[in-house]
């Protein structure tokens, strides 16, 4: 009696494992069919559309920086400076919606970057583990996007604060500067955070820069 | 007494396995309401509303769907039995990866003098600017056209909610459309794709195996 009793609760912890493993597995199938990292997107909900004072204006010079790059190193503005010209995307943190779409647009429009002579600087205030976690997911394994991504996390948005961009809370506006080979800024777009700005008008704010 | 203990054990053994079976099941089932929302569901039919899409300038584009001229046209309009639509996006690290896919789906359509004028593809960009489509068309070489919905109202009013989604509809030779298949995430093979849109559009009958 007592092993036929043993033998049966073997028999429910068995049907009891598998029927959570297939629980897990359907849950598991589900998933993988949906398009992948967005399931990993923290849902900001509506921001107020700009939350920061501008500082800058086209013509001004655009202030130097430094800061640490996810592929190692630092990047400097100046460094651009006579070579190439410069788009600066800054976008206002990793793993928010809008966001996690707007630089793997710009990763399969190389080519107009270069038509333009420039190249693209990604800044976000979040710390270099949380990027490099962010733009991996953007990209095919063993790929990186063209671009460097840079860090503005300590001190705490110190470059976008010198661009009139930091927000209240501590993430930056959606901005995309446009600074031509003498470091002049061209072109200033501080967007509404909610909505992605067209590329058209980054292309045509590059060709122009480029003319001069 | 040995007998007593092992019976409570047993009866607790069952009490949770009872629970986590419950709990699983509940799990899965949650996940399916998530991957497939309160939207129509794979065989279940339903009316596509009817919008109007700005029509492509590309000449090779209307000749596919059988339209002429120029403004607005609407999908009713198209020169079809079955039509398959994928929402998509430009910035969409999925649509990006899985182009190649897509664009096999429609040499296979249309490697088959069988269904080719019965199945059209289209993609529409979710939230993309004509120039984003454009760029997207240019990049991948999508052959198939892609037409823009910047506003995302087209997007809200066939349901998608994220990037890539696939929707497959009927003609019902009214100008209608019903709407038979709803699949959030990409598909794993193009020839399977195609086969499971065959079977599920009723077209099954009238193509060669």
Redesign the interface.
């Known amino acids: 009696?007592?092993v036929k009793?043993?033998k049966?609760?073997f028999l429910?912890?068995f049907?009891?494992v598998s029927?959570?493993m297939?629980?897990?597995t359907?849950?598991y199938g589900?998933?993988g069919?949906?398009?992948?990292?967005?399931d990993y997107i923290y849902p900001v909900g509506k921001l107020k559309p700009t939350d920061s004072v501008p500082i800058l204006k086209v013509g001004d010079p655009a202030p130097d920086f430094a800061l640490p790059a996810v592929e190692g190193g630092k990047i400097t503005l100046s460094q651009f400076r006579g070579k190439k010209n410069v788009a600066i995307s800054f976008v206002p943190a990793a793993w928010t919606p809008v966001c996690s779409?707007?630089w793997?647009?710009y990763n399969?429009?190389k080519d107009?970057f270069d038509k333009n002579d420039a190249i693209l600087l990604g800044i976000t205030v979040d710390n270099i583990p949380t990027l490099y976690a962010w733009t991996k997911?953007?990209?095919?394994q063993n790929e990186n996007l063209w671009f460097p991504v840079l860090s503005d996390f300590y001190p705490h948005g110190a470059v976008a604060l010198k661009y009139g961009v930091l927000r209240s809370e501590g993430v930056t506006e959606r901005a995309i500067f446009v600074i031509n080979k003498l470091g002049v800024i061209k072109y200033i777009d501080i967007h509404d955070i909610n909505q992605?700005p067209?590329?058209?008008d980054l292309?045509k704010a590059l060709e122009a820069a480029n003319k001069q | 007494m040995k007998k007593h203990k092992l019976q409570i054990a047993a009866s607790l053994l069952l009490l949770v396995i009872t629970l986590l079976c419950g709990a699983a099941s509940q799990g899965a089932d949650t996940i399916k309401t998530v991957g497939s929302s309160d939207k129509p569901l794979l065989g279940k039919i339903k009316l596509l509303p009817a919008f109007e899409l700005p029509m492509p300038q590309g000449k090779s584009d209307k000749s596919y769907m059988g339209l002429s001229g120029t403004g607005d046209f609407k999908l009713g309009q198209i020169k079809a039995r079955v039509l398959i639509i994928e929402v998509f996006s430009f910035y969409c690290p999925h649509c990006q990866r899985s182009a190649a896919q897509v664009n096999e789906l429609y040499e296979k359509i249309e490697g088959r003098p069988d269904i080719k004028e019965k199945i059209k593809l289209i993609g529409i960009g979710a939230g993309n600017s004509l120039y984003e489509v454009n760029s997207f068309k240019e990049r991948y070489h999508v052959p198939f056209p892609l037409i823009p919905d910047q506003g995302m109202e087209i997007t809200e009013i066939l349901g998608v909610r994220g990037t890539p989604t696939f929707i497959a509809a009927k003609a019902d030779g009214k100008g209608l459309l019903e709407q038979f298949y709803f699949g959030e995430g990409g598909f794993p093979d193009a020839g399977q794709f195609l086969a499971q849109i065959i079977k599920l559009s009723g077209l099954e009958g009238e193509v060669k195996k």
């Open positions: 009696m007592r009793k043993t049966l609760m429910l912890l049907l009891g029927a959570v297939a629980g897990f359907g849950a589900q998933s069919g949906f398009s992948d990292f967005k779409d707007q793997p647009g399969i429009v107009l997911q953007m990209v095919n992605r067209p590329l058209e292309v």
